[in-house]
């Protein structure tokens, strides 16, 4: 457990909150800090860090042409554990996309989701591979039926749930199109649910090629994220500023659209600026409550304008507050089961260190 004096956000961040046009409406969230871990990151490509169910810290990161799994010790930022990609068995395969996440089970077994095209051949494949506690590759999961895989998180059982797209609704095999897929741990898929988005025209009349609307889907699946926690499957539609959430079996128990940051930053709104919001991250927090990161853009013209910002709202996805975050203020990482949110902060020195915030409201 991080055990450090609480500090107010204000201080932490400096200006986090000042840069921008703070909205605010009854029940005020206040934010404060509950502790911090300094993280030696030895690259500066990654994604993560995410949070095992046994609080370790696993992000995966890229120097040259060479990846490798890092682990941390959730309680100090110790590494203890540095995993090179090298022995997995990518022979004869080539354009190899890894998923960004890197889902662990509670045994400690590390998931890596990948897309790569065979050499020779212009039709793509999908596994998901598996490295043990000590980071020694294992094996390969093959999905089937096959769904390319774009993202990956795990359950406590070791079921694993995929974000991705369904090859066969775009062969003709189904006319169901989901996009996310549960699969055991062996690979054979259980079920699919969250339905693609309405009103997109995916297939042609005969239903055997490509609609119009595909790289909306592909756009949707690319920038959207699901994870597993306190029994839910989250799944987040960036563009949309949606959540949906699901029990295990892939019963939908709600659909949440957040209310973009745009018209709070944009004070006397301006008629010549179009604005638009991109979901970067949603970490569900205490009360019922979420902390959103947006990549925000104002354009005018051939003027462009963007920057990240950092919001709160209710559980209905009504905006509390928001502001526009400096470029060396926190990304929002997770949270924990008792509501705390993470954040990755970058000092001067160009360190990290993982900072735990609690927000109650006023």
Excluded at 55 to 66: E, I, P, R, S
Excluded at 85 to 94: D, E, F, M, Q, V
Excluded at 112 to 134: C, H, K, M, Y
Aim: charged fraction near 20%; glycine fraction near 10%; include cysteine.
């Amino acid at each position: 457990m991080i055990d450090v004096k609480v500090k107010s956000l204000r201080l932490v961040f400096g200006s986090l909150w000042l840069l921008g046009v703070l909205r605010l409406s009854a029940g005020t969230p206040a934010v404060q800090e509950a502790g911090s871990v300094p993280l030696t990151i030895p690259t500066i490509r990654f994604s993560g860090p995410f949070r095992s169910f046994s609080g370790d810290l696993y992000l995966m990161g890229t120097v040259g042409n060479d990846r490798a799994v890092y682990r941390y010790d959730g309680s100090n930022g110790t590494l203890t554990g540095q995993f090179p990609l090298s022995s997995l068995p990518l022979a004869g395969k080539t354009m190899m996309h890894f998923s960004p996440e890197v889902a662990v089970d509670t045994d400690g077994n590390i998931f890596l989701a990948a897309v790569w095209r065979p050499e020779g051949t212009r039709q793509t494949s999908t596994g998901i591979f598996v490295l043990d506690r000590n980071g020694v590759y294992t094996r390969t999961i093959t999905l089937s039926p096959r769904v390319e895989a774009r993202h990956l998180t795990i359950d406590r059982e070791g079921n694993l749930y995929v974000l991705g797209m369904n090859t066969d609704y775009f062969s003709g095999k189904t006319d169901l199109c989901m996009m996310i897929h549960k699969y055991t741990p062996g690979g054979t898929r259980v079920t699919a649910f969250s339905d693609c988005p309405a009103g997109y025209s995916l297939r042609n009349q005969t239903g055997l090629t490509p609609g119009p609307d595909l790289s909306k889907l592909n756009r949707d699946i690319n920038l959207g994220s699901v994870w597993f926690q306190n029994g839910l499957i989250y799944h987040v539609l960036a563009d949309l500023h949606t959540v949906k959430t699901f029990d295990t079996s892939g019963r939908q128990v709600k659909q949440i659209q957040f209310e973009p940051p745009s018209a709070a930053l944009t004070t006397p709104a301006d008629p010549t600026v179009a604005s638009s919001d991109e979901i970067r991250r949603v970490v569900p927090i205490s009360g019922g409550r979420f902390m959103l990161e947006w990549l925000h853009a104002d354009v005018s013209g051939s003027t462009r304008h963007s920057g990240r910002v950092l919001s709160i709202h209710d559980t209905d996805g009504k905006l509390l507050t928001s502001a526009f975050a400096p470029a060396s203020a926190s990304a929002v990482l997770f949270s924990d089961e008792a509501g705390s949110a993470y954040m990755l902060r970058r000092n001067i020195s160009a360190s990290h260190e993982l900072v735990r915030v609690n927000v109650s409201v006023q």
